[in-house]
């Protein structure tokens, strides 16, 4: 493990070399005096922009000054996790470590160890917890996972690397209830019409590594069905009913301790699921390229792995491509509310489109329905209509007006 303190107050000399036949041409590098053996050692990094090697040169006389090496300083959160472990983790029982483990290699590791400790912030750490909610993970396992960071970055605290600790994020419950509920206003997340998903997916697709189609229809089989991206990936060949062209939605991939498992539904609920004719095309293809495989995943990688929206978002570029495109706000579980947003302005009935939507709760599913301002007109005159039914523009009579004729009436 690199040497965690030096003296207070130790001098680092600094240089910025330009050397512009490198992908990252400004190498910034910082050398001490280490007191008593005299020895120099030294600490280097290459960055694209002069600024940013600049920057990285403030952060380490800056550690320096309260006492930490610069080796120590210059370590992404992983290398200083994996080498601080045991010290940021001391107290902890077993079956309290197990899930942090998973949370840290599962979900840290991957989200924010490429970064140097001392450069992660309170935004980061809230856009990686609220990014975990994205990608469905349970409460536990986002609370297991926010846990162990924090655990981490107060051992940052201890060594002098950071002033405060930037994971104490609050308020990721509400979120994640959010999340459960579908949130206040899932309309506002869809996308316009078939034209901006196809492309979408088209975009996706050109981004991704080899340009592999498949993840253009995947987005394109979420959207449509108003699906999660693990229930996409849990598609049997056998799921799939082409004469009548429903979906037996059973089952959803999703990460667990031991990395990504099947298991049912969320709510446990199985539902029909109907596949329109802009999709069929491509659930054709798929499960012919299965053969007479039943248990075959229609879905897959390029390399026939599962898919999770992580992988989804790394695969495609997710957000740069959805920022070029004018989309900052949309998430991968945004195609659903696109599906189920198109679905209710297409008359759906309220009843089916819950049970397509397997919602556990009316409310949630009547947070699709949008009555706008001509919908209102339009009840108003369907009111007066039915109102009006059997009777003339005029109004209810008791006496026809025909001049000249009086009418009698009798009386019991």
Request: with cysteine; net charge positive; glycine share 8%.
């Amino acid at each position: 493990m690199p040497e965690l303190s030096l003296p207070l107050g130790i001098k680092l000399s600094d240089d910025i070399e330009y050397r512009p036949d490198r992908a990252s041409p400004y190498r910034a590098r910082v050398r001490w005096t280490v007191p008593g053996t005299k020895a120099r050692p030294s600490r280097s990094e290459s960055f694209e922009a002069e600024d940013e090697a600049t920057a990285w040169i403030d952060r380490m006389k800056k550690a320096a000054s309260r006492g930490v090496s610069p080796s120590t300083a210059a370590m992404t959160l992983a290398e200083y996790g994996n080498a601080n472990w045991e010290l940021a983790m001391r107290g902890l029982e077993p079956k309290t470590l197990d899930p942090y483990r998973a949370g840290w290699r599962l979900r840290v590791v991957p989200t924010l160890g490429h970064l140097q400790v001392a450069t992660i912030t309170n935004g980061l750490a809230d856009r990686a917890v609220y990014g975990w909610i994205a990608d469905e993970c349970g409460r536990s396992t986002v609370k297991s996972s926010l846990a162990v960071l924090v655990r981490v970055m107060e051992q940052a605290v201890r060594d002098g690397l950071l002033a405060v600790n930037p994971a104490r994020v609050v308020g990721w419950q509400r979120e994640y209830k959010l999340a459960e509920d579908e949130l206040d206003d899932p309309r506002s997340l869809a996308l316009r019409d078939w034209n901006a998903l196809d492309q979408l997916a088209t975009a996706l697709v050109e981004r991704s590594a080899g340009e592999y189609a498949g993840w253009g229809d995947v987005v394109r089989f979420a959207a449509c069905t108003a699906s999660r991206i693990g229930e996409v990936s849990g598609v049997r060949a056998k799921d799939i009913d082409s004469k009548t062209w429903m979906w037996d939605l059973c089952r959803q991939t999703t990460p667990g301790p031991g990395g990504l498992m099947d298991k049912g539904t969320k709510g446990k609920r199985r539902r029909t699921v109907p596949l329109i004719p802009e999709i069929r095309p491509l659930v054709e293809q798929r499960l012919s390229a299965v053969g007479h495989d039943p248990m075959a995943r229609l879905f897959t990688g390029p390399r026939g792995g599962r898919i999770t929206t992580a992988v989804l978002r790394d695969a495609t570029h997710w957000d740069e491509v959805v920022l070029r495109l004018g989309y900052e706000y949309l998430r991968r579980h945004d195609l659903r509310h696109t599906g189920l947003t198109w679905m209710a302005d297409a008359g759906v009935p309220l009843h089916v489109l819950r049970m397509i939507a397997g919602h556990g709760s009316l409310t949630t599913t009547q947070r699709y329905l949008h009555p706008d301002r001509r919908s209102i007109e339009l009840a108003g005159e369907a009111l007066s209509a039915h109102l009006a039914a059997g009777r003339d523009d005029s109004g209810p009579q008791l006496v026809p007006k025909e001049p000249g004729v009086h009418h009698l009436r009798l009386v019991k």
